[in-house]
């Protein structure tokens, strides 16, 4: 399970890289919940958390529209069978890098639940 769930990580970096929303969405339940302290940001009464696919899509769209460049280079990953812990430097050219950990939960093969830290 850990090699299937780090497949899905992988998966998941190539897609958030070509900001590939159809093949990044693939990849979650219906019914994912996903946290950003940026949600916090643009979009406060969010409070951070958006939940199902729509969500996830309005958010992301919206993120690619603001920052056409964003880019996340994978430092390392830890798996489980239930889980992936992702480090990553978050790069949008005119802003400092950002280094990021965000944890994928996994069930039955599919996310359903990302939660994102940095500071």
């Known amino acids: 399970m850990p090699t299937t769930n780090k497949s899905i990580a992988t998966k998941w970096f190539a897609a958030f890289n070509a900001h590939d929303l159809d093949a990044l ?5 219906d019914d994912a919940e996903h946290y950003s ?3 916090k940001v643009h979009q406060p009464k969010t409070n951070g958390w958006v939940r199902g696919k729509k969500a996830l899509r309005g958010w992301w769209q ?3 529209d603001r920052l056409p460049e964003l ?3 994978v430092m390392g990953m830890i798996t489980d069978e239930e889980q992936v812990f992702m480090e990553y430097i978050r790069h ?6 950002l280094r990021v950990g965000e944890v994928l939960e996994i069930r039955d ?5 990302s939660r994102v830290y940095h500071g």
């Open 92 to 97: 949008v050219p005119g802003e400092d890098d």
């Open 71 to 73: 880019q996340y280079e």
């Open 62 to 64: 919206d993120a690619f």
């Open 109 to 113: 093969g599919m996310i359903v639940g």
């Open 37 to 39: 302290p940026k949600l």
């Open 25 to 29: 969405l693939a990849l979650y339940k």
